[in-house]
């Protein structure tokens, strides 16, 4: 177990999502994190929660963490970082989950050439231990270093190291993904109440059917059309709804979600 403190600037839901990851899976211990959050309500929960230190201001931050995970709003970044401008040194190790903020842009707004920075995106399902997560780093981080900080990310879910260009698909795909999938799984649930099934019965068939389904596709290890055309029997129930999917552009309204996601990321770290 390491003893070397991290910090969390923004103490919202991502960042109780990786705290309680890391407290949990007891991969950190909780008198080595320190939260800062102007919320005096955020900074109670989360001490009360989890048994975490809080910290008032970046300079304290900076001085008790080398490594602190920037877990604020896209829209606040740059505030929090002009805060932070002469306190970060080239020594300190950046963790950002902003949504799509370059690399360039802290390195810029700090201006510290040799930034140690890494940029990652996870999503909410960090909050039970089953995060996917990308991450991309800056060319002064360590071998090391990413070694260590793709750890933690391990410790709540499944990481993959990807080329910093790719950081918006994914923002578009898994970091904004389980909102599209609690839509699919709310629908059936409403679908099956419509049908006269009780709501209780109904929310455990549809979540049963998509955690089944997804086990399903990690075991077989097929492509999802096979195990589409398994389930069709000719003349039989599925093909007769797959056809109302077809019809309706089922899979494309998914593509065009993605899409929007990824150019909202893209956006967001426009001129920057
Ligand atoms: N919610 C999600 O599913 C995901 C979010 N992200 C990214 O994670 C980051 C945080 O998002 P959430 O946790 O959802 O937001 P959130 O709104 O739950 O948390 C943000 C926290 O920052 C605090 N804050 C505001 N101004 C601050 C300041 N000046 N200094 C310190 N703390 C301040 C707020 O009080 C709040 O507790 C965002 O950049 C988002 O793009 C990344 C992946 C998934
Ligand atoms: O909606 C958002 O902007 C954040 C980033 C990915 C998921 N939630």
Do not use: W
Not at 30 to 53: C, G, H, M, Q, W
Not at 90 to 117: C, F, M, N, Q
Not at 140 to 157: A, H, P, R, W
Not at 199 to 218: I, M, P
């Amino acid at each position: 177990m390491t003893t070397e403190n991290i910090g969390f600037i923004g103490g919202g839901q991502m960042a109780e999502a990786l705290i309680k990851g890391l407290t949990q899976s007891g991969s950190y211990p909780a008198e080595n994190i320190y939260v800062l959050d102007p919320s005096p309500e955020r900074k109670d929960f989360l001490t009360a929660t989890y048994n975490i230190n809080t910290i008032e201001d970046c300079g304290a931050a900076f001085a008790t963490c080398q490594k602190i995970f920037l877990a604020v709003k896209p829209q606040v970044m740059s505030l929090v970082l002009q805060n932070c401008q002469g306190i970060i040194n080239e020594d300190h190790l950046l963790i950002t989950i902003a949504a799509g903020l370059p690399i360039s842009s802290y390195v810029k707004t700090l201006a510290l050439p040799r930034l140690k920075i890494i940029r990652v995106m996870p999503n909410t399902p960090a909050l039970v231990g089953q995060s996917a997560s990308a991450l991309t780093a800056s060319p002064y981080v360590s071998q090391e270093e990413l070694d260590k900080v793709q750890n933690i990310f391990n410790q709540i879910g499944t990481t993959t190291v990807l080329e910093e260009c790719h950081l918006d698909a994914v923002t578009g795909l898994s970091g904004s993904g389980p909102a599209y999938v609690f839509s699919f799984i709310e629908a059936l649930i409403d679908a099956g109440v419509a049908e006269g099934l009780n709501r209780q019965v109904s929310t455990n068939l549809a979540l049963q059917t998509v955690a089944g389904s997804v086990e399903l596709l990690r075991q077989n290890g097929e492509h999802p059309a096979v195990e589409r055309a398994r389930v069709s029997s000719p003349g039989g129930t599925t093909i007769a709804a797959s056809k109302i999917l077809e019809r309706s552009g089922f899979q494309a309204i998914i593509m065009d979600a993605v899409a929007a996601a990824t150019e909202k990321s893209k956006e967001l770290g426009k001129g920057k």
